[in-house]
């Protein structure tokens, strides 16, 4: 449509601007299409994984959620009558309706600072999917952001399961199914080198459907891995294990919906 080429221009240049940014307008979008999402809450119960990333590192993005706010959505779910178990019970099928798990992706240290004690505090079990190359130190995020091995070891020892979640988080889509090999094998051994934890499951960079292919579907079997957990229910790739996503956008009334199934048909976009 090339006539709308010019007004698009226009806007982009006022945008710029105004100090509208790209990822600041997709935020903007994002928060309204889960508002939206969130009224057509399902209420449906049954076993669900929750995926959170940092609690109480701004930087993260969309994907952080305040610590306040994550004390409270785990109070708000077990008000409401939730179980939580461990990600695998419901991954392998032996968790009933009604039970809830905990995920966290990337490695982040305010998982260990923050989310952990308050986990703890609930006695909810919780698993962790890292990046070898980032916890071994072979990143661009600041000083202190991402977890390091002893973290690590100090997540695991206080009960939590450890994952992989690659060696470099790449989008999956672009690999041959020899560097997805390498990508989930050799991530596994490094998590087993560095600290002696055999990581069983792994969570897909990024997450979508289209960041996984069937060709890293069969390494990641070929590598051992017992679950590959995803995004939503009826948009992941087949064989893989759904979670729903929390972001920052989600006060109780997105994350109730959330729970009741508002967003089994939505993947996070960026
Ligand atoms: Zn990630």
């Given amino acids: 449509m090339p006539s709308a080429l010019p007004l698009l221009s226009t806007a982009k240049r006022t945008a710029r601007r105004a100090g509208i940014t790209r990822a600041g307008v997709a935020a903007a979008r994002m928060c309204c299409e889960r508002n939206a999402l969130a009224l057509r809450e399902k209420h449906r119960v049954r076993a669900r994984i929750l995926c959170y990333h940092s609690v109480g590192t701004p930087e993260w993005g969309i994907n952080d959620v305040a610590p306040a706010r994550f004390e409270r959505q785990l109070r708000l779910a077990l008000e409401e009558g939730w179980r939580f178990v461990p990600a695998t019970a419901i991954a392998d099928g032996s968790a009933g309706p009604g039970t809830l798990a905990v995920t966290f992706d990337d490695g982040v240290s305010t998982v260990l600072a923050k989310a952990a004690p308050i986990l703890r505090e609930f006695d909810i079990p919780f698993a962790v999917f890292v990046v070898s190359e980032w916890a071994d130190g072979h990143h661009d995020f600041g000083e202190g952001t991402i977890l390091d091995w002893r973290g690590i070891e100090t997540l695991a020892a206080m009960g939590a399961e450890i994952g992989s979640h690659s060696l470099d988080h790449p989008n999956f889509r672009g690999l041959n199914g020899d560097a997805a090999l390498e990508q989930l094998a050799r991530s596994r051994e490094v998590i087993a080198a560095r600290t002696g934890i055999d990581a069983r499951t792994f969570a897909i960079p990024f997450g979508q459907s289209g960041n996984w292919t069937e060709a ?21 790739f087949p064989g893989t294990v759904p979670r729903t996503f929390v972001t920052r956008f989600d006060g109780d009334r997105i994350f109730r919906a959330a729970l009741g199934g508002a967003f089994d048909r939505w993947e996070e976009w960026f």
Avoid: F, L
């Fill in 216 to 236: 890293a579907q069969q390494a990641a079997h070929a590598a051992g891995y017992t679950a590959v957990y995803a995004q939503a229910e009826e948009t992941r």
